[in-house]
């Protein structure tokens, strides 16, 4: 047996021990952050040490004894044990030499300020993740985004902007009419950039959640927070898709109108902090807009979503959630999916379509015929089923209670056919069975070298029931309707990101990176191949990480 300690100095954080076995002609000795241990693709464990970079976060621990996340427990949905960390985890098989640059990988790490547990999975303060690969080795570390709401909340010990679903609590009466004026010029409003992280085209990179003062640019070789991206233009706005469509030469948004219902579809060159608008889509049902947490694009077109889940002011003024929280579910105002040309800004197709419910789009392409003529855009999204209880269902409460009971909701690969021949309707089918993914599906990914082009494969977290949460990594394959199934019992799995090798040719021909919680309370990155979806490597981190959302790649200089 081997036994080894991790720990950080200046931390509060108690030294925790692990004790792994080893075998004959396996692990000789622990290793420290000064180097790397490579093994062989038969695994074993070795002893790590952290790096006395950590800044101790007194306000923001939590005790073994909430029995979350520590003393062998699953980290996922835990606050982040110090605001800072760096080192150089044990590498367990073989890292691709050729795999060379950073990925980045954003999402709420923080669930607690002192005694003051937050709700939701949503509220969280950002939380960081580098992982930097370079000639088969990996450094990796964490830091958190120094946004205003979550340096106000360490100063004051208290929550001082609203989150999703937190708001903070007014002393008095005068206090009270005080914030809600603060809400509506958005004074209020969070910049806790807990969502996304983006690279632009100039090389930038910007955090992301969906309120416009939430851009944070930050170093991603040293995670540090530089200050806010400003946009330089007078279009305005509160709010924003959390997730922009980027590229090396596009950067297109969607801003939600909610005095006038509809949403505004702007573009920014590289370079530039200017946005410029393209062109208007009115909405053509209910009292506001539809939620537009993330839209598709094509090589010529922009899609523009209009979900029955609407924005609600009303419930954004409240100081307490709704089950909906600052949405209302409108069957009644029906769903639409809107068509604009990317040269003209002008909408080319308005349709009605079934009721849906979505976060993520997948990625979307143009139909042709035999002629080369356009006649559909066929839009991929992950859909649960025009189901609202998956926001509820991300309570944090939820999430650390899983008795075993099957309570995920079921989700699919909802495919879009938007015909652009002037019919009133389109369709929304499953693109393949759900089944295939054990009827669990978010957190997709494609290679983005065919983003609004024809596609066959998507990267995606499905399902392995009875489950809370989804828990497998899973390849799809949309010709063959097939899927593949990355599953390690008890873990959390973040969502799955695609990198190609370079000078690939083929779709599938490259690694595919996430983050895992383990149910022991321990945390490893995973690399995966992206062909074959078997296992190519895994580096250990010192303890478990929370939970994370999304990601992006930034290649080597």
């Given at each position: 047996m081997v036994s080894a300690q991790f720990y950080s100095p200046g931390t509060s954080v108690a030294p925790a021990t692990m004790v792994v076995s080893g075998n004959s002609g396996g692990v000789r000795g622990g290793?420290?952050?000064?180097?790397?241990?490579?093994?062989?693709?038969?695994?074993?464990d070795a002893g790590l040490r952290v790096r006395n970079v950590a800044t101790r976060l007194p306000e923001t621990e939590v005790s073994p004894e909430e029995g979350v996340g520590y003393g062998g427990k699953l980290a996922a949905w835990t606050s982040i044990r110090q605001e800072r960390w760096e080192g150089e985890p044990v590498v367990q098989g073989e890292i691709p030499l050729w795999l060379n640059g950073t990925y980045l990988r954003n999402g709420p790490g923080m669930w607690n300020i002192g005694d003051y547990n937050f709700r939701h999975l949503f509220d969280g303060y950002a939380t960081l993740v580098r992982l930097h690969f370079h000639d088969g080795r990996l450094t990796a570390g964490h830091r958190q985004i120094q946004s205003d709401a979550y340096k106000a909340a360490i100063k004051n010990k208290k929550l001082c902007y609203r989150e999703f679903s937190e708001a903070p609590?007014?002393?008095?009466?005068?206090?009270?009419?005080?914030?809600?004026?603060?809400?509506l010029s958005g004074a209020s409003l969070t910049d806790n950039a807990n969502t996304g992280v983006v690279r632009l085209g100039d090389g930038r990179v910007v955090c992301l959640t969906e309120t416009i003062k939430g851009s944070i640019v930050i170093d991603p070789?040293?995670?540090?927070?530089?200050?806010?991206?400003?946009?330089?233009?007078?279009?305005?706005?509160?709010?924003?898709?959390?997730?922009?469509?980027?590229?090396?030469?596009?950067?297109?948004?969607?801003?939600?109108?909610?005095?006038?219902?509809?949403y505004l579809v702007v573009r920014m060159e590289p370079g530039s902090n200017e946005r410029k608008e393209v062109?208007?889509?009115n909405c053509r049902g209910g009292p506001a807009p539809g939620w537009v947490h993330s839209f598709p694009v094509t090589e010529h077109y922009v899609v523009v979503p209009e979900m029955p889940l609407r924005y609600c002011a009303q419930n954004l003024l409240r100081a307490e959630p709704t089950p909906l929280y600052k949405f209302e579910w409108h069957p009644l105002s029906k769903a639409f999916m809107h068509v604009m040309c990317k040269a003209s800004g002008k909408i080319v197709a308005s349709v009605e379509v079934p009721l849906y419910v979505t976060f993520h789009f997948i990625n979307a392409y143009e139909e042709k015929d035999n002629d080369g003529r356009v006649t559909a855009i066929i839009a991929d999204c992950c859909e649960h089923n025009a189901n609202t209880t998956i926001l509820d269902k991300l309570r944090l409460q939820n999430l650390r209670s899983f008795s075993g009971e099957d309570v995920l909701p079921d989700a699919r690969v909802?495919?879009?056919?938007i015909p652009l021949?002037?019919?009133?309707?389109?369709?929304?089918?499953?693109a393949l069975d759900p089944d295939e993914h054990g009827r669990g599906m978010d957190m997709c990914t494609i290679n983005p070298a065919y983003l609004g082009k024809p596609y066959r494969y998507a990267y995606a977290c499905g399902a392995n029931r009875p489950c809370n949460f989804p828990n497998t990594l899973t390849k799809l394959d949309l010709m063959e309707k097939k899927a593949k199934t990355w599953f390690e019992e008890g873990a959390v799995p973040s969502e799955p990101y695609f990198v190609a090798r370079p000078g690939a040719t083929e779709e599938d021909d490259g690694v595919v990176i996430s983050m895992i919680s383990d149910k022991n309370g321990e945390g490893y990155a995973l690399l995966l191949d992206g062909r074959t979806f078997e296992e190519i490597a895994r580096g250990?981190?010192?303890?478990?990480?929370?939970?994370?959302?999304?990601?992006?790649?930034?290649?080597?200089?």
């Open positions: 290793c420290s952050f000064g180097r790397a241990i490579i093994f062989p693709r038969k695994y074993h609590k007014p002393d008095n009466f005068l206090s009270y009419v005080g914030e809600l004026a603060s809400l070789e040293t995670l540090e927070t530089k200050g806010k991206f400003e946009y330089s233009d007078s279009l305005g706005g509160l709010i924003h898709s959390a997730h922009p469509i980027v590229t090396e030469t596009e950067f297109w948004t969607l801003l939600p109108d909610l005095l006038k219902p509809g062109g208007r889509v909802g495919r879009f056919t021949d002037g019919s009133l309707y389109g369709t929304l089918d499953a250990k981190f010192p303890y478990g990480l929370p939970y994370g959302l999304h990601g992006c790649w930034v290649p080597k200089k």
